[in-house]
């Protein structure tokens, strides 16, 4: 699982829309699960979850730097934040739904027993 915000810089332009969008078409294309990360419960992302085998994570995380820069940006800083595991086999893909889920009960469980928690 990796999660990233990439930062496309020195494009002379406010908005980097243009470019992300671009970073998008590369991960649909990349075959890998992908998810916009919101900012505080709203619609505004600020970074990609993306999930998948490491080599082709980094691949596609590579591939939306040169598709950036090939759109003009001269320069890209990225900020990734990266997790793996081997001590379970969890299918490609569902990983984080499954972090997702099981805080999900815990919070469901917290509200059915007010005043405990764990």
């Not at 915000?5 to 990349?30: D, F, Y």
């Not at 919101?38 to 970074?47: A, D, Q, R």
């Not at 080599?55 to 800083?77: M, W």
């Amino acid at each position: 699982v990796a999660d990233f915000c990439l930062i496309p810089m020195g494009t002379g332009e406010p908005s980097v829309a243009e470019h992300i969008a671009e970073c998008q078409r590369i991960l649909e294309k990349s075959g890998l699960k992908y998810k916009k990360r919101l900012t505080h419960g709203t619609s505004s992302g600020y970074g990609t979850n993306l999930e998948g085998p490491w080599s082709e994570v980094s691949q596609a995380i590579h591939d939306c730097h040169a598709a950036v820069h090939a759109n003009g940006a001269p320069r890209v800083a990225t900020d990734i934040r990266i997790g793996t595991r081997i001590d379970r086999t969890i299918a490609p893909g569902t990983g984080n739904e499954g972090k997702v889920k099981r805080v999900e009960e815990i919070l469901a469980r917290d509200q059915a027993s007010p005043g405990t928690s764990s």
